[in-house]
């Protein structure tokens, strides 16, 4: 049987094959099937004809409504059924995801319109399923418990009672608790500080079955920028302790807003350190009949612990608009810190004794001495912090220690960019000034190809702009209620930060004029469910916070975007560490990362030829003549700022 859409001849290269077939499908198939032509998907398909011939990176920036998703989806399809390997499409984050395999989504256009079989299967992040331990605990605390004693009994028969003659299948998705916020969520979701190597429950948890789910897609297996990178930092960790990698061998990469896989990269080589997570691995030890002196150096290091993360509260200090707290190094704090490693030296030497006697579980002694090890070497890393961005956070659970390096482009180089594998980022946003170099040169790419294709719709005609130079929030609630009639709602709201959105919502509630509109706020249930309430109640308003990329919504329900503030980055310790490296921050660092997200908002609004509406930026920097002109300067040819 032959598995490509195409006559296939063993004789001829498969890549030229593949690209006459595609050229094919966007020249008659679906102009056929009434699709437009469009000469700038043609001209993507052309390039990247290129970057999979040679197994080479291209950077493909694409301005919107160019279609660039199925060039990239058709390429990624026949390639993986040639190399017999499926294709990853890793999208920024899980919301787009979902988009991408909706009913209507471009993967289900395709399937029809070329009477394709398409087996895309998603491969979401552990944070995104039920941890089973998580649950129990939550059953047994004091908020919602109702709540999460209805989640326990929505668990298939297989978890809770063992069995061999039983049918396993992945459950336990975000998306099948539609209804839960985002906080309700996270009391039950699995999280960085779960073990799920001593999980006695591992082998009929959702998370675990999903793998086995989606390893076995014969195409596409589409996850976030996160999940992919948490896949290359664990890789090898994870086969040196017996377990699969979390995705499989892949044939090629689509980094769609691949602009924003540097923070993904950042994100997945984090360290994060608690101090009630230390305690119950190390407490491990005492399960055994171990010598005294050890016994003696694990209380010494739980209390070590105890007093170091307690110190380190007591060290930091809020950020404004930020959940993050800056830790403000001091010689006492450095003291404590060598003092614990200090201790775990000692519990690494009084192991060498123990595990001669045989008296600790070698599993048990395994995990205890890995976690160690991580300790020391985030320990270590927290002393140097000139490569390093650090941040300590509270919640109900006490103190995380929060250790990123700055830069990652070394191993990303090493890791992704070595391999000999067609590598695409796609995104409206790649280039600053016209030069690749910036992306290039922080993410470690030595060599890529690059083009650029501008987006082909009439922006004069289809988008109006305006401009309020005020940071004064009575005067854009009054702005807004003005704006929202124009547009009679169907509207997006975007905002720089959850504070604000938060802000904003406790304030709309005294002000009359916004009860007549239906309002969706990011956090209150599963971010897709979001979007398709709002795409369907066509008056509605969505406000959101992480919806500056990929929203899709043609038509008019989105008919004006937003902005409450313009998009810089916070004041948080990430950004204040870029700062201080900067020769000129405001110029290098808060005004590229404003403008890439401005960009990207204001491509939120157009989405096909027929769309038009209004875009509405508030900001008090716009009366700064710099960030104005800047402002001006990323706006679609031919739309005019006008200032309300």
């Not at 699709?35 to 998907?41: I, K, S, V």
């Not at 993986?80 to 899980?94: F, L, S, V």
């Not at 990303?412 to 910036?438: C, H, Q, W």
Request: charged share 25%; net charge negative; hydrophobic share 40%.
């Amino acid at each position: 049987m032959n598995p490509y859409p195409f006559e296939f001849d063993p004789k001829q290269p498969f890549v030229q094959q593949a690209s006459d077939w595609i050229a094919d499908v966007f020249y008659e198939r679906l102009p056929e099937a009434g699709f437009e032509l469009r000469d700038e998907q043609i001209y993507m398909a052309f390039q990247l004809e290129r970057a999979y011939n040679e197994k080479q990176t291209i950077f493909a920036e694409a301005g919107v409504g160019t279609g660039k998703t199925f060039v990239y989806l058709l390429y990624a399809i026949n390639y993986a059924r040639y190399t017999r390997k499926p294709a990853i499409i890793a999208c920024a984050d899980e919301s787009l995801i979902e988009q991408l395999v909706k009913a209507e989504g471009d993967i289900a256009k395709l399937a029809q319109h070329l009477g394709l079989t398409i087996d895309a299967r998603l491969g979401k992040s552990m944070n995104q399923y039920i941890c089973l331990n998580k649950l129990d605990e939550a059953r047994a605390g004091f908020e919602d418990t109702e709540l999460y004693d209805e989640m326990y009994k929505t668990l298939p028969d297989f978890v809770n009672n063992p069995g061999t003659m039983k049918a396993f299948y992945p459950y336990g998705n975000r998306k099948d608790y539609a209804d839960l916020t985002d906080e309700q969520w996270a009391g039950a979701a699995w999280d960085v500080f779960q073990d799920c190597l001593v999980c006695n429950r591992r082998h009929r948890c959702g998370q675990t079955l999903s793998r086995e789910h989606y390893r076995k897609a014969a195409d596409i297996i589409i996850c976030s920028h996160d999940f992919y990178m948490e896949h290359v930092w664990t890789y090898e960790a994870r086969k040196r302790e017996g377990q699969m990698p979390l995705l499989p061998e892949h044939s090629s990469v689509v980094f769609d807003e691949g602009h924003l896989l540097e923070t993904a990269a950042q994100k997945a080589l984090t360290y994060k350190l608690k101090h009630h997570v230390f305690e119950s691995i190390i407490i491990r030890l005492l399960q055994g009949e171990i010598r005294e002196e050890l016994a003696v150096v694990i209380d010494e290091a739980i209390d070590q612990s105890e007093f170091l993360f307690k110190l380190l509260a007591e060290s930091s200090r809020s950020v404004v608009a930020s959940h993050r707290k800056e830790v403000i190094m001091s010689d006492e704090l450095l003291r404590e810190v060598n003092k614990f490693g200090s201790v775990l030296s000692a519990i690494e030497e009084e192991l060498v004794f123990e595990s001669g006697m045989f008296t600790i579980d070698p599993y048990q002694l395994t995990i205890v001495e890995e976690h160690i090890e991580m300790l020391q070497i985030a320990l270590n890393l927290f002393k140097q912090p000139q490569g390093l961005i650090s941040w300590v956070e509270e919640d109900h659970e006490g103190v995380t220690l929060v250790i990123m390096p700055k830069l990652v482009k070394e191993i990303l180089r090493e890791r992704v960019f070595s391999k000999n594998m067609p590598i695409v980022f796609s995104s409206a946003t790649l280039s600053v000034g016209g030069s690749f170099d910036y992306i290039a040169e922080s993410l470690g790419v030595q060599d890529a190809l690059s083009f650029t294709v501008a987006s082909p719709y009439d922006y004069e005609q289809q988008m109006k702009a305006s401009v309020a130079l005020t940071d004064d929030v009575a005067l854009k609630h009054k702005l807004t209620l003005e704006r929202l009639r124009q547009s009679e709602g169907r509207a997006l709201i975007l905002f720089p930060s959850k504070e604000e959105l938060q802000q904003f919502r406790t304030d709309m509630a005294h002000i009359p004029g916004y009860s007549q509109y239906r309002f969706l706020f990011e956090g209150t249930s599963e971010i897709s469910h979001l979007i398709s309430a709002f795409q369907n109640d066509e008056p509605s308003i969505l406000c959101a916070v992480t919806l500056w990329e990929g929203l899709d919504i043609p038509g008019p329900s989105l008919s004006q975007v937003i902005m409450w503030s313009l998009p810089f980055p916070p004041n948080d310790p990430v950004f204040a560490a870029k700062r201080r490296d900067a020769e000129i921050p405001f110029e290098t660092v808060d005004m590229p990362y404003m403008l890439l997200r401005l960009k990207q908002g204001l491509g939120r609004l157009i989405r096909g030829r027929d769309d038009s509406g209004i875009i509405t930026i508030y900001g008090q920097e716009l009366a700064d003549q710099r960030v104005m002109d800047q402002v001006k300067r990323i706006m679609p040819e031919g739309v005019e700022l006008q200032q309300l």
